[in-house]
């Protein structure tokens, strides 16, 4: 399974950005199919829990630090997930990373396996 997020970028504290994910050649119903995470990770700290999305887009589960600004979104037609981050903190910064979920925990990342190629996100103030 082969997973790419994208959408990265330079941005001024208070803009936004819209992270996609897409799942790619034999593996392109990898993501209609199932829950999908997203996580990020900072320079020298651990990967932690950003948002997750229900296979069917039933419910969408966030982080409090995140809660109000970023939006997790999918589109099982187009095999792909989308985290809308608005008013953007430098603490923000950090490489983001989608996943599928296995199974347990939403927020834990041992839930997750296949984890995608990241996008870096760099908020300046």
């Known amino acids: 399974v082969q997973l790419q997020a994208s959408g990265g970028g330079l941005v001024q504290a208070g803009g936004s950005l819209r992270l996609s994910c897409a799942a790619s050649?034999?593996?392109?119903?990898?993501?209609?199919?199932?829950?999908m995470g997203w996580f990020r990770q900072a320079p020298g700290k651990e990967r932690e829990f950003v948002a997750a999305?229900?296979?069917?887009?039933?419910?969408?589960y966030y982080a409090d630090s995140v809660k109000g600004r970023f939006t997790v979104s999918r589109d099982n037609a187009k095999n792909a997930v989308y985290l809308q981050m608005n008013s953007l903190t430098p603490e923000d910064t950090a490489v983001y990373y989608c996943?599928?979920?296995?199974?347990?925990?939403?927020?834990?990342?041992?839930?997750?396996?296949?984890w995608g190629q990241g996008t870096q996100v760099t908020v300046s103030s």
């Open positions: 999305i229900r296979w069917n887009g039933g419910s969408a």
């Open positions: 996943a599928v979920r296995i199974q347990g925990e939403y927020i834990s990342a041992q839930s997750y396996r296949y």
């Open positions: 050649g034999r593996s392109v119903r990898t993501i209609s199919n199932n829950d």
